[in-house]
């Protein structure tokens, strides 16, 4: 069974820093794509970015990149999203999942 677990959310003042993690397991980690999404407040679901297996391919929304930057550690079946210079509509909870798999989802509030 797929066991994604997020963590590293909380309140940031606007141009502030967030390391976000997820812990996987049940599943082969280090052959599959992953991915990070959020929901704001009212709104869908939206892609944020994809690494592939190997983690040397990335893919960015336009809103977040330059920002934000995904990586993943395939001997400790980790993925990290490094959020920087944060604006208040990063302010979303944040999913990481697979093709068909999402976690519990992470609060990020970024506000002065």
């Known amino acids: 069974e797929v066991h994604l677990v997020e963590s590293g959310g909380g309140l940031v003042q606007p141009g502030g820093s967030l390391l976000l993690s997820c812990a996987a397991s049940?599943?082969?980690?280090?052959?599959?794509?992953m991915n990070w999404a959020r929901q704001a407040p009212g709104k869908g679901l939206e892609g944020v970015s994809s690494?592939?297996?190997?983690?040397?391919?990335?893919i960015y929304a336009d809103s977040v990149r330059g920002r934000f930057t995904i990586s993943r550690d395939n001997a400790k079946n980790m993925l990290y999203l490094q959020m920087n210079s944060l604006k208040p509509e990063d302010t979303a909870v944040y999913y990481c999942?697979?093709?068909?798999?999402r976690g519990q989802g992470t609060q990020v509030i970024v506000s002065s």
């Open positions: 999942g697979t093709l068909d798999s």
């Open positions: 049940g599943f082969s980690f280090s052959e599959n794509a």
């Open positions: 690494i592939n297996s190997g983690g040397d391919s990335a």
